[in-house]
Nanobody, 127 residues
């Protein structure tokens, strides 16, 4: 069973930065695509960022493009989300996710394409 554990969330003010981490179990291998989604209370999950299993291809949701950066470590079992210039509308629970199959250069931007999810980490941005 794949296990994903997010960390790094917190309460910050407008303009601040946070770096989220997602640690994956050893069964999550290199070349599995990973992504970040966020969900505010009473709202649907929103795509934030994704990275391919290989080649380093990335994609971002429109609302975070230019402010957030997704990356992964050399082992491809930890994914990060660097969030800069945070705004109150970024307030949400942030979830990392992984596609449970081997891919190389493809990125995925919808929740239904992902197979495993972390427990989420809260990000709150005050105005």
């Amino acid at each position: 069973q794949v296990q994903l554990i997010e960390s790094g969330g917190g309460l910050v003010q407008t303009g601040d930065s946070l770096r989220l981490s997602c640690a994956a179990s050893a069964r999550t291998f290199r070349s599995y695509p990973m992504g970040w989604f966020r969900q505010a209370p009473g709202k649907e999950r929103e795509f934030a960022a994704a990275i391919s299993g290989s080649y380093g291809n990335t994609d971002y949701g429109h609302s975070v493009k230019g402010r957030f950066t997704i990356s992964r470590d050399g082992a491809k079992n930890t994914v990060y989300l660097q969030m800069n210039s945070l705004r109150p509308e970024d307030t949400a629970v942030y979830y990392c996710a992984v596609v449970g199959s081997y891919h190389v250069g493809t990125v995925y931007t919808t929740p239904r394409e992902y197979d495993y999810w972390g427990q989420g980490t809260q990000v709150s941005v005050s105005s």
